[in-house]
């Protein structure tokens, strides 16, 4: 049986490494964008609390900061993974105050780092999600290797057991709690060094380990792990060879609770050797261990692929009807480019009427990833930085392509879909702020979708994001708009909600992106 199973399974790696990532893909779309715009425009809105890297969401000087704790996190929200029974690991159970309250998690750093995760969590990104992207903004921006991310992890609904070490057990406790986790004891080595690049030790929680340091600079009493604590780099091992380590987990007056001390020595000190000795080993090693880190998830989760960039990349694209005409929103990202006047964009549109037509694009902005290595330029359509584009709805919109300095840049022949199926209309109106209104989709003729609903994003009781659908009736007769589209209409008691609008069309489900807060809804006329 095993001989003839085993064809079938290349044929599904190769099936699985050559396929490849085309927009639009809703989840990957916004994975990517959180994974790789880290600063400047349209930038993950996290990535300003790890920049720079001693920021601190609770006030300067105070010894600790975001980026530690956010590293911190992900490894105890994967530290309870048993991978026995695929329970456990990287699934944002360390969100819920019972598992907080373990004092396997002593700390407040739990809390802050949920705080500011939560900025990130969609529909499309769950809290385990977001704090792997949490850990790994820290690293990328604070110094630290280029991490491949993949996405796709789901949010417990419950606390998982127990089962982050604590400094006070002894090696081979460690080394059991490792091979739980799936690692190995250099693997263990490793990872608790990489991890150990940053932060250190709070008087607060651990009074046993460490004193009150009286220090104007460091005002919630952290001894450090190393004399570089806010950014990645191997001093983390050059001290520990070295001798002049401070670390209070390796030199702490108890030696019970220095549990870095035994981990490090437990090889003879070959791994700490070999990261003293070289930045380059230590940074691709902790690489490896990272990804591994955050690809520690329950068994059943289903990762996508590593997440490269797009190359050329439309966002934020959305379609509004107003009357006649259709508006085309968003921008253009160009990767690994720079504000260069010799540049030449194009935008290339396709019609459903066999038409044609093209705009140059204008550059806007720049933003750049893993702590300034990459940059991309941003274009927009139109002189205004929401780049909108006036198109005869008619005609309406079927597919983008671009031309980037003479180059056609159209995902291989396939083109940038766009779904102009149904949109908003700028006929939805509100009664009285913001109390009520009404909500009218546009849907092109022809088109016949099965149903049409609005799209609400709330989250249930652990906190795990839900969407809603709000069934719209279809209108008992047509509701003419314009030539090509007809009204569907439902009434809503908040029309200021981030409503969005879903369709399904041919047995597929569609969403258009949220109702921008750009978008002021009229006066319904009385
Ligand atoms: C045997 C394994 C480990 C033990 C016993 C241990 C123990 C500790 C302790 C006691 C602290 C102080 C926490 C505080 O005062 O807030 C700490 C901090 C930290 N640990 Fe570990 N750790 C272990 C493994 C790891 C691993 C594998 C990572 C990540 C890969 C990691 C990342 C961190 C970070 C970033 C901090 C600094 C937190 C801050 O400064 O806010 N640790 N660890
Ligand atoms: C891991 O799971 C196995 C199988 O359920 C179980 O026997 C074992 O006790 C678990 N390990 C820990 C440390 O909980
Ligand atoms: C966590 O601890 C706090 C303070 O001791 C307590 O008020 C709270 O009820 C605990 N929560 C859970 C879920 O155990
Ligand atoms: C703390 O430091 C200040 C000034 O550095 C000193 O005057 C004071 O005595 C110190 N307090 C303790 C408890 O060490
Ligand atoms: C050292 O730490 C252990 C574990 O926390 C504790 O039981 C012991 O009392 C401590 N020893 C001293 C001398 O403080
Ligand atoms: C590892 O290195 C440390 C620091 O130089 C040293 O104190 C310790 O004895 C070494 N351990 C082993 C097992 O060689
Ligand atoms: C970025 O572009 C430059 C040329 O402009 C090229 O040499 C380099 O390989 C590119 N890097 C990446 C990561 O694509
Ligand atoms: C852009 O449109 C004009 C006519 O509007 C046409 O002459 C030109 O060839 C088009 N350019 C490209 C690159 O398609
Ligand atoms: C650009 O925007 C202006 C209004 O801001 C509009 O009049 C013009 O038609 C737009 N250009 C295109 C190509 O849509
Ligand atoms: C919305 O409410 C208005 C006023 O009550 C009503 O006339 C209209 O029929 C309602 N529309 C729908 C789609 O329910």
Redesign the pocket.
């Known amino acids: 049986m095993k001989m003839v199973h085993r064809p079938a399974l290349y044929a599904l790696a190769f099936l699985a490494a050559t396929r490849a990532y085309v927009w639009p893909s809703p989840q990957l779309d916004a994975l990517e964008s959180a994974r790789f715009d880290q600063s400047g425009f349209n930038a993950n809105p996290m990535s300003g609390f790890v920049q720079p890297c001693n920021f601190f969401l609770f006030g300067p000087n105070t010894g600790r900061s975001d980026a530690a704790d956010w590293i911190r996190t992900a490894y105890h929200d994967m530290a309870t993974y048993n991978i026995t029974d695929g329970t456990g690991g990287l699934d944002a159970s360390i969100r819920f105050a019972e598992e907080q309250n373990r004092t396997e998690n002593a700390g407040d750093g739990f809390t802050n780092t949920m705080i500011i995760v939560n900025i990130l969590v969609s529909r499309y990104i769950s809290n385990a999600d977001a704090i792997a992207l949490a850990a790994l903004l820290a690293i990328e921006n604070c110094g630290g290797p280029e991490i491949a991310f993949r996405g796709g992890r789901l949010d417990a609904a419950e606390p998982n057991a127990p089962g982050v070490p604590e400094p006070e057990q002894d090696l081979d406790s460690h080394i059991a709690a490792f091979a739980r986790q799936g690692f190995t004891q250099t693997e263990m080595i490793g990872l608790v060094a990489c991890g150990h690049t940053f932060g250190g030790v709070q008087h607060d929680p651990f009074p046993d380990i460490v004193n009150v340091l009286n220090d104007t600079t460091d005002t919630e009493d952290v001894a450090h792990f190393d004399s570089t604590f806010l950014t990645f780099d191997n001093n983390i091992a050059k001290e520990y060879i070295s001798g002049t380590t401070q670390n209070p987990l390796v030199v702490g007056f108890n030696d019970t609770t220095n549990s870095d001390k035994r981990i490090f020595g437990s090889d003879g000190n070959t791994t700490m050797l070999s990261f003293a000795n070289s930045p380059d080993v230590f940074a691709s090693t902790c690489a490896d261990l990272f990804a591994r880190m955050l690809d520690t998830v329950p068994s059943g989760v289903q990762l996508t692929d590593v997440i490269s960039p797009l190359p050329v990349k439309p966002s934020n694209i959305e379609v509004i009807m107003d009357g006649d005409t259709l508006q085309l929103w968003g921008q253009l990202r160009l990767w690994n480019m720079t504000d260069d006047p010799a540049h030449n964009v ?1 935008m ?1 549109w396709q019609d459903h009427i066999g038409g ?3 705009a140059t694009l204008t550059f806007s902005s720049l933003s750049s990833s893993t702590g300034g290595k990459y940059s991309a330029a941003w274009y927009v359509w139109n002189t205004t930085e929401f780049s909108v584009l006036y198109l005869d709805a008619a005609a309406g919109v079927k597919s983008l392509s671009f ?1 980037v300095d003479g180059e056609l840049q159209d995902q291989s022949g396939l083109g940038f879909a766009i779904q102009d199926g149904f949109m908003f209309s700028s006929t939805s109106c509100q009664v009285e702020t913001p109390f009520s209104g009404r909500i009218d989709v546009a849907v092109r003729n022809g088109v016949n979708p099965t149903r049409v609903y609005l799209e609400q994003t709330t989250t249930d009781s652990v906190g795990r994001i839900v969407v809603t659908e709000i069934d719209i009736s279809p209108p008992s007769q047509p509701v003419i708009l314009n030539s090509a589209y007809s009204i569907w209409s439902i009434n809503v008691t908040d029309p200021t909600r981030p409503y969005g609008i879903g369709a399904e069309i041919e047995g597929v489900k569609y969403s258009s992106a949220e109702v921008h807060s750009f978008i002021v809804f009229p006066l319904c006329p009385t």
């Open positions: 194009i290339l044609t037509g093209n031309i």
